[in-house]
């Protein structure tokens, strides 16, 4: 019983460690996205 409760939240657990991994995953994603969405305006502005 003990060993089927451990399984289960093990399983429980990883599924939340990948979950925060992914989100961090997009969120740096987002980020460097948002980066060079900047330097690309900051360019456009210097043309201006």
């Known amino acids: 019983l003990i060993v089927e409760i451990s399984k289960k939240y093990?399983?429980?657990?990883?599924?939340?460690q990948a979950e925060q991994i992914y989100?961090?995953?997009i969120d740096s994603f987002t980020n460097s996205h948002q980066?060079?969405?900047?330097?690309?305006?900051?360019?456009?502005?210097n043309k201006l």
Not at 10 to 16: E, L
Not at 35 to 45: A, G, L, P, S, V
Request: without cysteine.
């Open 10 to 16: 093990n399983i429980r657990n990883f599924h939340a």
């Open 35 to 45: 980066i060079t969405n900047m330097h690309e305006d900051k360019q456009r502005y």
């Open 23 to 25: 989100a961090r995953s």
